[in-house]
């Protein structure tokens, strides 16, 4: 089995910059970031294979920017200009299996709350 821990979250105020990292145990191909925020359903926020290829969602709006370093199993997500509307818990997801969005990954981490507030 896959397991995922993320870190990173915590407090940022509107504009301000935020990094999120995650590290898995395992053998992944596909690893990436899904939020839940507030009263929404859960999307996708980028993902990047073991090919280091990216894919972002739209809804990212050209402010996140997702990066994998392959020796150390890890995955990054950097924000940037932080939005209050960015508020919510972000998921370090990853799957060993060549899925492509938008099938699911099969392996999530417990989330990592990010909350931007002045």
């Known amino acids: 089995q896959v397991q995922l821990v993320e870190s990173g979250g915590g407090l940022v105020q509107p504009g301000g910059r935020l990094r999120l990292s995650c590290t898995a145990s395992?053998?992944?191909?596909?690893m990436g970031w899904y939020r839940q925020i507030p009263g929404k359903e859960r999307e996708r926020v980028a993902t990047?294979?073991?090919?280091?290829?990216?894919n972002y969602a739209p809804s990212t709006l050209d402010r996140f920017t997702i990066s994998r370093v392959l020796h150390s199993n890890t995955v990054y997500l950097q924000i940037e200009h932080a939005l209050e509307e960015d508020t919510g818990v972000y998921y370090c997801?990853?799957?060993?299996?060549?899925?492509?969005?938008?099938?699911?990954?099969?392996?999530w981490g417990q989330g990592t709350q990010v909350t931007v507030s002045s």
């Open positions: 997801v990853a799957d060993p299996q060549r899925i492509t969005p938008p099938q699911m990954p099969q392996y």
């Open positions: 395992g053998s992944i191909y596909l």
């Open positions: 990047i294979t073991s090919a280091l290829t990216p």
